[in-house]
């Protein structure tokens, strides 16, 4: 069964092509057969279209934008036309999966595509509005494309978070804030569920039997407090905002500093949009960069901007850390994933260290030179640490077939 996953974001476009066995479905994800990447940054109405295969085709494309749907389209094409051709023609794709970054309250699930599924998509761009927008315009792409019979399902970074009990998840305002969907609403979702499942599969234990921390440390980063696989606590909130310290968006600041700005006429309501996920965090601190390989490096050289970012970071990791110990209660394992937490050894140790006191040691060889899905604490450790690579398009593959596989 082909299966097509869509990831937009609001300057990019992902899109890959799963093969995927029409019975049980393996355990380990399986590699692509196409994969596509679209970066509507690139110039000035130029998009770089990158596509590789799983025979070896690395393709690098620039397509004029006329449109983002223009631009789209010629890069589904050359999954049938051109070198990197990977089938004969559109109809071989049997099914559509789509990222979609928020369900609001009443999606807990993956849900099949209809028209009024793309209405409250719609209606939700109020929560995210440079996600669904983007979402629902890769669901009208594919629908041009592959035709309005092709069964789609929608995968939302809500969802997984839909378990948490009211207490997590109401703020602290007014009570009507709840009537009006102001709420903890949690992202990531997809990855953490992933990475939850991976763990349970790695330490051979029954997900309904652990307690864990999964760390997606990106460039937008978001802790989960697991409990019996279901998440009951998260760091980021109604918006991906919320929480951590991030490349360069500023997690959470008192409330009063944002009145403050506006009341004293230094920012717009949108101006401080742009200062806060565009010019904060780790960018806004070290005023260098949001990649956190430069920050290190430059904190190495004696930057001392760089020097307070790198610490900012990793004390607000272990704070948030330590609320999802408290709301656990216990704790069978931490796993990193996504840019930072499966490549930086640095933050992984860092971050470990303040949880020494309850037996937890990683190994430093390990955690230096892991493999792709490794347990990197020592045998003795009273808390297992992992490193997993996150599979978000894979999960969604996933998702779609558990959806429609018995419907072709
Ligand atoms: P996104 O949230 O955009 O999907 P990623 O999960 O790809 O981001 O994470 C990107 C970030 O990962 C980069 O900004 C960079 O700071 C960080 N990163 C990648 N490799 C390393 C590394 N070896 N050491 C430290 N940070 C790294």
Redesign the pocket.
């Given at each position: 069964m082909k299966i097509l996953v869509l990831n937009a974001?609001s300057s990019s476009q992902k899109a890959c092509l799963y093969e995927l066995p029409g019975g049980i479905l393996p355990e380990y994800p399986l590699e692509p057969l196409w994969e596509g990447f679209l970066d509507f940054t690139h110039q000035a109405n130029i998009a770089e279209a990158k596509v590789k295969t799983h025979t070896g085709v690395n393709q690098t494309l620039e397509i004029p934008i006329t449109s983002r749907k223009a631009v789209t389209e010629t890069l589904l094409q050359t999954l049938w036309q051109g070198e990197a051709q990977v089938i004969d023609q559109p109809t071989a794709i049997q099914a559509i999966g789509h990222r979609v970054v928020h369900g609001g309250e009443q999606y807990r699930d993956s849900i099949c595509i209809t028209p009024e599924v793309k209405a409250e998509i719609d209606r939700l761009s109020c929560f995210a509005p440079v996600h669904n927008p983007a979402n629902l315009e890769g669901i009208e792409i594919t629908e041009a494309v592959f035709g309005q019979a092709i069964p789609q399902v929608a995968v939302f970074d809500t969802a997984f978070h839909a378990t948490l009990p009211a207490a997590a998840y109401t703020y602290p305002g007014q009570y009507d804030w709840l009537e009006q969907g102001i709420r903890r609403y949690g992202f990531h979702g997809t990855s953490h569920r992933y990475c939850a499942e991976r763990a349970a599969a790695l330490l051979n234990r029954d997900l309904t039997s652990l307690k864990l921390i999964t760390c997606?440390?990106?460039?937008?980063?978001s802790l989960a407090a697991v409990q019996q696989g279901i998440s009951i606590e998260t760091t980021m909130g109604f918006t991906p905002l919320e929480g951590l310290m991030m490349?360069s968006r500023s997690g959470s600041v008192d409330p009063g500093i944002l009145l403050h700005l506006l009341r004293t006429n230094q920012h717009t309501p949108e101006s401080l949009d742009t200062l806060l996920n565009k010019a904060a965090g780790?960018k806004g601190i070290s005023g260098i960069t949001?990649?956190?390989?430069?920050?290190?490096a430059a904190a190495e050289q004696g930057h001392d901007r760089a020097q307070l970012a790198l610490d900012m970071y990793i004390h607000r990791l272990r704070y948030y850390m330590g609320a999802m110990l408290a709301v656990l209660g216990g704790l069978d394992a931490i796993v990193f994933t996504?840019?930072?937490?499966?490549?930086?050894a640095?933050?992984r140790a860092a971050a470990c260290e303040a949880f020494g006191f309850l037996g937890l040691k990683i190994d430093p060889e390990k955690n230096t030179h892991h493999e792709v899905d490794q347990d990197i604490s020592t045998p003795d450790s009273q808390i297992r640490v992992l490193v997993i690579r996150?599979q978000e398009d894979w999960a969604i593959a996933k998702e779609c077939w558990r959806l429609t596989h018995d419907r072709l």
């Open positions: 974001g997606h440390l990106g460039n937008g980063a490349g780790m949001n990649d956190l390989r430069e920050i290190i996504a840019g930072v937490g499966e490549n930086s640095l933050i996150t």
